[in-house]
């Protein structure tokens, strides 16, 4: 034993150089034995598992997904706005991969796979919503060919509908949000023969009986009438085939023309028919929100 200037002794005597502890790459899940008299059973820390050595860093990997700049990158994951597969990360130098971790910035996911896209084509009347067409028709395939290989089309519309179609080669994204368990509307527009009863609305929420079940839309209005014609929105979540077409003929109104506007958060704005798009950054976590990915 020493004794130091105010003469205490310390109350621990060290036998030659301490041990370092062995350097880590990285924390680890492992977790420190707890005095149970302090610790409630089963309390764990939360500890950073995210890291991939060699991986990208994370402020890059935001900023070359258009998130910010790299210093705006490095602002949020120090006030704890960024999660990587769940977990917050805080730490500047954190290294992931892109293309397998799943990035979130305030809540909404970002879409970091650099060979992932996403599209929205304005569909002309006349053009067939598949890839080819064996019959010789204008198709998707004709609009988007160039763009991205194995390109999935979210749903369908009508060859004499057109609007506001989704493209992608992210096969999870375009799984759920065709399926109806998950319920992404999608709003059209349909010209319609007038007058329309202002009760419509009731008739359609309430659902009406096809020949393949029950149907019934979100929400019905009427959107402006002129003359003989009036224009109409059908909001509608499931993807029965011609479901607006045939819901309507069924009340007595023949759809004379119609469009698709929006699907989930995606609307289809002054894109002009025939012309394509890329999502925004915003658009994209919007629509991975929408499907709770």
């Known amino acids: 034993m020493r004794a ?10 060290t036998v030659g150089k301490p041990a370092r502890p062995k350097a880590q790459p990285f924390k680890t899940s492992a977790q420190p034995k707890r005095d149970p008299d302090f610790w409630e059973p089963g309390y764990t820390d939360e500890r950073d598992t995210t ?3 060699g991986g990208e860093r994370l402020q890059k990997v935001l900023a070359q997904a258009g998130v910010a700049s790299r210093r705006a990158c490095e602002d949020m994951i120090g006030e704890g706005r960024v999660t990587v597969d769940g977990q917050v990360v805080r730490r500047f130098g954190a290294r992931v991969d892109p293309a397998k ?3 979130h910035v305030d809540g909404k996911r970002i879409p970091t796979a650099p060979d992932l896209v996403y599209y929205a084509l304005n ?6 919503s598949t890839m080819e067409d064996p019959e010789g028709r204008p198709c998707l395939a004709d609009y988007v060919q160039e763009l991205a290989p194995r ?3 979210v749903g369908r519309l009508d060859t004499e509908t057109e609007g506001l179609l989704l493209l992608t080669n992210d096969g999870e994204l375009a ?6 368990s998950y319920g992404v509307p999608k709003k059209y527009w349909a010209k319609v023969p007038g007058p329309v009863p202002r009760d419509l609305h009731r008739t359609l929420r309430k659902g009406i009986e096809l020949e393949d079940g029950l149907a019934k839309v979100d929400s019905f209005t009427i959107v402006q009438e002129h003359g ?3 224009l109409v929105e059908v909001v509608l979540h499931e993807g029965r085939k011609h479901i607006v077409r045939r819901l309507l003929e069924e009340t007595g109104h023949r759809v004379i023309d119609l469009a698709r506007i929006e699907f989930g958060p995606v609307k289809l704005g002054r894109l002009k028919p025939g012309t394509i798009r890329a999502l925004s950054l915003h658009e994209v976590g919007e629509l991975y929100a929408s499907v709770k990915l």
């Not at 200037?5 to 005597?13: L, T």
């Not at 569909?123 to 067939?128: A, E, Q, R, S, T």
């Not at 799984?175 to 109806?180: G, I, M, Q, Y």
């Open 151 to 153: 390109l999935f089309h």
């Open 228 to 230: 003989q014609q009036a």
């Open 123 to 128: 569909k002309p009347i006349g053009v067939v």
């Open 51 to 53: 890291e991939v050595p």
């Open 175 to 180: 799984h759920r949000l065709t399926h109806p």
């Open 101 to 103: 971790q799943v990035i």
């Open 4 to 13: 130091d200037r105010g003469g205490r002794r310390d109350d621990v005597q």
